[in-house]
Structures are given as C-alpha cells and as structure tokens.
C-alpha cells in the first residue's frame, strides 16, 4: 500500500499525544495508532521520516550508515548498542537492522556492550 495522505499521520499522531497529556493508560489505543500509522507508510524510510516507530532514533542512524555504506560499495555495517542493560533496546535494534538490511540490501550486523560483557 503507497503512503497516500500526510495528513491521517499527523492526526494519529496527535491523538496519540493527547492521550499522552491526559495521563490515560492508553496502551492498546497506542498499539492501534501505531498499526494504522505503519499501513500508511509504504516504505521504512517513510516510518523514519514520520517518526512511527518506537525507537525512530536506532532506525535513522542504522538506515542513514546503511545508505552512506551502500553509496561507498561497502557491503556490511555493524551497529553497536553500548549499556544494553535488560536487552529490549538491543532486540529493537536487531529489528531495526533486518528491516534496514532488507529495503537497502545491505547486510547490517548488530553487536550490545554492557558493564558485564558484550552480547551478540
């Protein structure tokens, strides 16, 4: 499905901020906001730009090396997460790569360091 109307993004995205400023436990709603923001976009660069993911700051850094690797004919990247702590941001990063790697057909490894050793 192509990416078709700006606007439905921003206005979910405002509900989602509302519901943010009212304090109300919206998990659920939020799920659902971010499901309809990502059938709207067409493509990961998309969901960057407009910020519908929940870690967007991995993804355009992890894309953004991707490209400039891909325009240098570099094949592979690694990414690095420093202080991994429980891992939940290490697992996003690790999706953030395989979708990057996808739409860009680069290979992207992933590596975590934390205070104990490093993951992998």
Not at 2 to 18: C, E
Not at 37 to 65: C, M, N, P, V, W
Request: hydrophobic share 45%; aromatic share 10%; net charge positive.
């Amino acid at each position: 499905m192509k990416f078709k109307n700006k606007a439905r993004i921003k206005i979910y995205s405002l509900v989602a901020a509302l519901c943010d400023c009212l304090l109300i436990d919206t998990r659920k709603l939020k799920i659902k906001i971010q499901m309809l923001q990502k059938d709207f976009a067409s493509s990961y660069k998309t969901q960057i730009d407009y910020e519908l993911l929940s870690r967007t700051h991995y993804a355009y850094g992890t894309y953004h090396a991707a490209l400039q690797a891909k325009a240098l004919g570099v094949h592979s990247i690694s990414v690095i997460e420093f202080g991994v702590a429980g891992g939940n941001g290490l697992v996003e990063l690790e999706n953030v790569a395989r979708e990057v790697s996808n739409e860009l057909c680069i290979n992207i490894d992933v590596f975590g360091f934390d205070g104990v050793g490093w993951f992998a």
